[in-house]
Structures are given as C-alpha cells and as structure tokens.
C-alpha cells in the first residue's frame, strides 16, 4: 500500500536526449541548451527531468567537436542511430520514464511512455539537396517509424506546424506549438569598442546558400547606387557551410568580386563571443534574409541589441518578428534594397522597430517555453 501511494504522488518522469549536443552548432543547440537552463532554473518544475547523457560530460568532451575526419563522423552516427534504436528504449524502462523528449527531431524507435520529437522545420523535405541522399532516406524511414506508435511532435511555429503536417503524411499525430526559449534579455547601454568606424548592415549566421546571401549581396549594390552612401558597410559574420552541398561562401565572394564591393563588403569569418558581440552593439540594421527557416533565432538576438531588423518575406521569419520587423514585398534585390533605404532615411521607422523589438522579445522567455512545454507533457502524459 505504501508503495502503490508514493508511485501515484511522484511526479512524471521526463527523459530529455541531448546526445546530440556532441556535434550540433545552430539551431538544435540553442534550443536545447535553452531547454536544459529553463529545467536548471525552475524553482518548483512540474516534472522530475532525466537529463541524458549528462550536460557537464557533453560539455567537456571534444572528441565528436569541430573539424573531424571522415572516420569520427561515421562512429557518430553508428553511436547515435545504436542510442535511438537500443540505448535510449533500455533508458526509459530503468528510469521507469512516462515520456521520452527528443529536441533533435529522432525518437526513440520504442519507448517506455509517450515519445515526443521536436522537429522544427520541415528542411529534410522541401531542401532534399542539402542531404546525401541515401543518408536521407534511412533517416526519414527511421523518423517515420518512430512517429507511428505512442508519439507527437513539437515545432516552433505555426508556420512550421502547416508544412511538417504536409509532409509527415501521418493521419492523428498531434503536432504542437511551443515557442522556443531564447534566455535572451535586453542588453545593457555598454558599448565595447567599434569594430568599424562606419555605420554597417550586420548578418551572422554559417554561408549555407538557403541563407540568400548573394541576393543580400546584391541588394547592397542597389541600395549603394539608390543612395550614393559609400560610408555604410556591409558585414556577413560567419564560416563556410558545414557541408559542400551546402556551402554558398564561393558564390557570396563570386559575387562581391563580379559587383566590385571588395572594399565595403567586411567577412571577418568566425568570431569569438565577445567580438560578436562587439559587432551586434554597434551594428545599424541587422538583416536576416533567409528563404528557409523554421523559426530564426538571430531576429530575437538583434532585438537584444535594439537594432532594427529586415528579414526575408517567409512565413516562419514573419511569425517570430511580428510588427517589430521590415520585409520586402517579394525576396529579389531590389526589394531588400527599397527596405535597407527605409531605414537609413527614416530615424522614427528605426526607432519605432527597436522598442517594437524589445516587447516582441520578452514573448520569447525561458519560462514561458517551459510553462507551454509541460502543459503538452501533461496533457499526453498519463
């Protein structure tokens, strides 16, 4: 009898995978280390997470980390797809789990309790390019298994929500929106030193060719001939693609060198933090004009930094910017251009955008993420 009433009053046992923080660098990190600090932080969590592997071991392992040869990739995705098929199911059953949360999109193929995946966008499908193929196809087989039985899928916008619900093909799988958590507040007015003594357009973000930055490389050279203000740079933070099939840096120089911008166009590669942050301080406009995006979390790191920001015309950007941001009618140059000339005419449309941006970010908060998050977990839990 003692035993029977101390399980019915324990609280829900939540498995969290972060086995791919071993080698995830963008999206997929950010949200899960924003996951793992809004549990850290919580002073009375409705659940009892199981953080797995543990954070501080992912942290100070650099064996899966930065440029690896051909030999490490493949031991990690044979150690990852074994953790998904095998390691991750006997996990459940030890912790005696009531849900399994996966926030780098692939589920367990069988779980003890519910399984959720966080998908958040639907790239493997509409960007089939950006994949090997046959690694593709073994991937999406297996995340088709894994929705089939006792699972549901979290996303990160609306927009996303459509698109995955168009592809996955999978009749009743329920699919929820929770916003991220971005942890992100308001910067202090401190300024470190300018890395450029003229005013700038900022990016930051890998050269992968979904990014668009050649069309922002040319909407520069129009904005420069409308205007005849040589003084304002253009500053694309950021490394090459992580894969040749999607890397776009040999096009984006291409394309600097054929429009002769050598001189106003600053790469300054990869950065550390705090000169990144030097760069985001005293940036003039930020722009983001990525065509494919499942939610777009350097929109809310500008906000941050009260820097106006322009985004592409697509419909996970414009969910997450709301009435804060500018955006084309359409994504060519010249229309980016006619948006970038918007604000460095206009000082009310600037200043207007950035105390826009600072309401729109407080939506974006840790505690709201994990509030909205464990209202699904309890809703399918038990």
Same mark, same amino acid.
């Given at each position: 009898?003692? =035993?029977?009433?101390?399980?019915? *009053?324990?609280?829900?046992?939540?498995?969290?995978? $972060?086995?791919?923080?071993h080698?995830?660098?963008?999206?997929? =990190?950010?949200?899960?280390?924003a996951?793992?600090?809004?549990v850290?932080?919580?002073?009375?969590?409705?659940?009892?997470?199981? $953080?797995?592997?543990?954070?501080?071991s992912?942290?100070?392992?650099?064996?899966?980390k930065?440029?690896?040869?051909?030999?490490? %990739?493949?031991?990690?995705q044979?150690?990852?797809?074994?953790?998904?098929?095998?390691?991750?199911p006997?996990?459940? @059953?030890?912790? =005696?789990? /009531?849900?399994?949360?996966?926030?780098?999109?692939?589920?367990?193929?069988?779980?003890?309790?519910?399984? $959720?995946?966080v998908? @958040? /966008?639907?790239?493997?499908?509409? *960007?089939?390019?950006?994949?090997?193929?046959?690694?593709r196809?073994?991937?999406?087989?297996?995340?088709?298994?894994?929705?089939?039985?006792?699972?549901? #899928?979290?996303?990160i916008?609306?927009?996303?929500?459509?698109?995955?619900?168009?592809?996955?093909? $999978?009749?009743?799988?329920?699919?929820?929106?929770?916003?991220?958590a971005? %942890?992100?507040?308001?910067?202090?007015?401190?300024k470190?030193?300018?890395?450029?003594?003229?005013?700038?357009?900022l990016?930051?973000?890998?050269?992968?060719?979904?990014?668009?930055?050649?069309?922002? #490389?040319?909407?520069?050279?129009?904005?420069?001939?409308?205007?005849?203000?040589? /003084? #304002?740079?253009?500053?694309?933070?950021g490394?090459?693609g992580?894969?040749?099939?999607?890397?776009?840096?040999?096009?984006?120089?291409?394309?600097?060198d054929?429009l002769?911008?050598?001189?106003?166009?600053?790469?300054p590669?990869?950065?550390?933090?705090?000169?990144?942050?030097?760069?985001?301080?005293?940036?003039?406009?930020?722009?983001?004009?990525?065509? %494919?995006e499942?939610?777009?979390m350097?929109?809310?790191?500008?906000?941050?930094?009260?820097?106006?920001?322009?985004?592409? %015309?697509?419909?996970?950007?414009?969910?997450?910017?709301?009435?804060?941001?500018?955006?084309?009618?359409? *994504?060519?140059?010249?229309?980016?251009?006619?948006?970038?000339?918007?604000?460095?005419?206009?000082?009310?449309? =600037?200043?207007?955008?950035v105390?826009?941006?600072?309401?729109?970010?407080?939506?974006?908060?840790?505690?709201?993420?994990? /509030?909205?998050?464990?209202?699904?977990?309890?809703?399918?839990?038990?």
């Amino acid at each position: 009898m003692k =035993r029977s009433l101390k399980s019915k *009053n324990r609280k829900k046992r939540i498995l969290v995978d $972060i086995y791919y923080l071993h080698v995830a660098q963008t999206g997929i =990190r950010t949200y899960t280390e924003a996951l793992i600090e809004s549990v850290q932080s919580a002073v009375d969590p409705q659940f009892e997470y199981i $953080i797995s592997p543990s954070y501080a071991s992912i942290k100070s392992s650099t064996f899966f980390k930065g440029k690896t040869p051909k030999w490490k %990739n493949l031991l990690y995705q044979l150690l990852y797809f074994l953790r998904k098929a095998v390691v991750l199911p006997i996990l459940t @059953h030890w912790h =005696r789990c /009531d849900l399994v949360f996966s926030p780098d999109i692939l589920s367990p193929l069988w779980a003890r309790g519910v399984k $959720i995946s966080v998908i @958040h /966008d639907a790239a493997f499908w509409e *960007n089939p390019d950006h994949y090997n193929p046959r690694w593709r196809r073994y991937f999406l087989s297996l995340l088709d298994l894994s929705l089939r039985r006792n699972a549901q #899928v979290v996303t990160i916008t609306e927009y996303s929500k459509k698109q995955l619900q168009k592809h996955l093909n $999978i009749p009743r799988l329920p699919v929820h929106v929770v916003y991220p958590a971005t %942890n992100l507040v308001a910067k202090s007015t401190f300024k470190s030193e300018r890395p450029l003594q003229s005013p700038y357009f900022l990016h930051v973000g890998v050269m992968e060719k979904r990014k668009n930055l050649v069309t922002l #490389v040319r909407a520069y050279e129009h904005f420069l001939k409308e205007t005849g203000k040589t /003084d #304002v740079k253009l500053v694309l933070v950021g490394q090459r693609g992580p894969r040749k099939e999607l890397d776009d840096y040999d096009n984006v120089i291409h394309e600097i060198d054929r429009l002769r911008l050598r001189d106003q166009v600053i790469l300054p590669g990869f950065v550390s933090r705090e000169v990144l942050e030097s760069y985001y301080q005293h940036a003039f406009v930020y722009i983001f004009p990525s065509l %494919n995006e499942g939610f777009g979390m350097p929109i809310l790191e500008a906000f941050s930094y009260k820097i106006p920001v322009i985004i592409s %015309n697509q419909g996970a950007l414009r969910e997450v910017g709301g009435e804060a941001v500018l955006y084309p009618k359409d *994504n060519s140059a010249k229309a980016f251009a006619k948006e970038m000339e918007k604000l460095v005419k206009g000082k009310e449309v =600037r200043n207007s955008l950035v105390e826009r941006g600072e309401k729109r970010l407080k939506s974006f908060s840790g505690t709201q993420f994990l /509030d909205k998050l464990e209202k699904v977990f309890s809703a399918e839990t038990w």
